[in-house]
């Protein structure tokens, strides 16, 4: 009798995985179902899973449609959800509630495309097969922007991206390679610039050289996974 509930929720639990953790290191955070979980490399993520990345902190997370989250420091990500259909379609949810996320987002030649969306506070940016940098801060200052101190820039490495304004709906803007737009507190996007954009705001974000790795394809190549001798800093926007 006992057996049968334990099988139920190992069942439930393996349904509820996303993905892995591929690699981290500095200080990052991990809260399931309210409560802190230790982060360690290979661990599985499951839905609502809340990560947190400190002032050093950069983290890379392997989905299980092979699309890659790489969430650099001071960053906050909720895995919402990633479904995988019958005909090889991933539904993926993710929230970016502070700092910068790298989507690579997988798509099979031939196949269906991907249905990847990042949400934050004010925007959504929907990949439509592609590799993207979005952006989100929040009590912040920009000129010209007197009355607004909330920010969304999304900037597309490769592909399409779609951004829409959650406060201006219907006032959608298509990215493709090397273009940016802002999103700024409940306004429409902001016309489509050449480049990173306001995304050059932010300086250089990660301290922990993950961007050769990760493009390079970082599975199996070992990592360094907490390390306390990190490569150089690079800048997540080249």
Request: proline share 6%; with cysteine.
């Amino acid at each position: 009798m006992l057996l049968i509930p334990l099988l139920l929720w190992g069942s439930l639990a393996s349904a509820q995985t996303v993905g892995t953790v591929q690699t981290y290191s500095g200080d990052v955070k991990l809260e399931r179902a309210a409560s802190p979980v230790a982060v360690t490399t290979g661990m599985g993520v499951m839905r609502g899973d809340r990560f947190t990345t400190g002032a050093n902190g950069r983290l890379i997370i392997l989905l299980n449609d092979k699309s890659t989250l790489d969430l650099y420091d001071s960053g906050v990500l909720v895995l919402n959800d990633q479904v995988l259909g019958t005909n090889g379609q991933a539904t993926t949810r993710v929230s970016l509630l502070s700092g910068v996320l790298r989507s690579i987002v997988h798509v099979t030649t031939g196949g269906p495309a991907p249905n990847f969306e990042v949400h934050t506070p004010n925007a959504i940016a929907a990949a439509r097969g592609t590799d993207y940098n979005t952006g989100y801060q929040t009590n912040t200052t920009r000129k010209g922007y007197t009355h607004c101190r909330d920010f969304t820039d999304v900037y597309t490495r490769h592909g399409t991206v779609e951004v829409t304004s959650l406060g201006a709906p219907g006032t959608q803007v298509m990215l493709k390679k090397d273009q940016s737009t802002t999103v700024a507190c409940a306004g429409a996007p902001l016309p489509v610039n050449p480049g990173m954009g306001a995304l050059g705001l932010y300086g250089t974000v990660g301290a922990l050289g993950l961007e050769g790795a990760i493009v390079g394809g970082f599975a199996g190549a070992g990592g360094f996974s907490n390390s306390s001798n990190p490569p150089p800093p690079v800048s997540p926007y080249h």
